[in-house]
């Protein structure tokens, strides 16, 4: 198995999304896009902690919370995070049978044309939600609650290989992802939280932060 990083676009070639970039300060550039990356994984959440209050069936709680951990898998491996952060990751197996891992990012200036709030937004929700699910894994783990951990353990893969995907795209291939990724989270999450009050004590409504810069 083999990986490679690569730039999304060259200087002087229009490829996937780069007609959907937009400004880096104001106002959502894709309202909707950032709706579906919060949407489907947030109804997954609740929809694992409140199914006992509206069905007994194990079944048809495992079903859904499933498909909706599904749909937030290939939205966000496929919509979100090339509009939102402008990177991509992909899978594919050459002649020989080889499989071959790629990980994407907009350079130079295009990946300055990103939008700030949405990319906080995007590193938000891909960070915190597999965090969530690992205390529902603790929860289920204790309580010896197996039926139900089957179910969190395919939420902590797919949120996970999400997460993995886009950390490899953001720090390169060529890094040793077990030695960044702690750090990377931390110094995301520490830049979204003073970006997020940086924004809400601006005196203009159009004065945003800059965005992240791990």
């Keep these: 198995m083999a990986s490679a990083s690569m730039p999304l676009l060259d200087e002087d070639t229009m490829e996937f999304g780069e007609e959907d970039l937009a400004p880096a300060k104001g106002n959502l550039a894709h309202p909707y896009v950032t709706l579906f990356h919060l949407a489907f994984r947030g109804a997954a959440v609740v929809t694992y902690m409140l199914c006992g209050w509206f069905s007994d069936s194990f079944i048809t709680s495992f079903v859904v919370v499933v498909l909706l951990l599904s749909m937030d898998f290939w939205t966000v491996k496929n919509i979100t995070g090339r509009l939102m ?24 200036q295009m990946q300055n044309r990103i939008n700030d709030r949405e990319s906080s937004i995007f590193w938000m929700a891909l960070i915190l939600t597999p965090l969530l699910w690992s205390v529902f894994f603790l929860v289920a783990l204790f309580g010896l609650k197996l039926k139900w951990l089957l179910l969190v353990v ?7 290989a999400n997460l993995y995907g886009y950390v490899k795209c953001k720090v390169g291939a060529k890094e040793s992802i077990s ?7 931390r110094k995301q999450l520490l830049s979204s939280a003073v970006n997020m009050v940086t924004k809400q004590t601006a005196p203009q409504p159009n004065a945003f932060a800059t965005g992240n810069t791990v």
């Design 179 to 185: 030695s960044v990724t702690s750090d990377f989270l």
């Design 85 to 108: 952060v402008g990177l991509r990751w992909w899978n594919y197996v050459d002649d020989d049978g080889v499989s071959h891992w790629v990980f994407e990012s907009r350079k130079g």
């Design 154 to 160: 395919i939420a902590l893969i797919l949120n996970g």
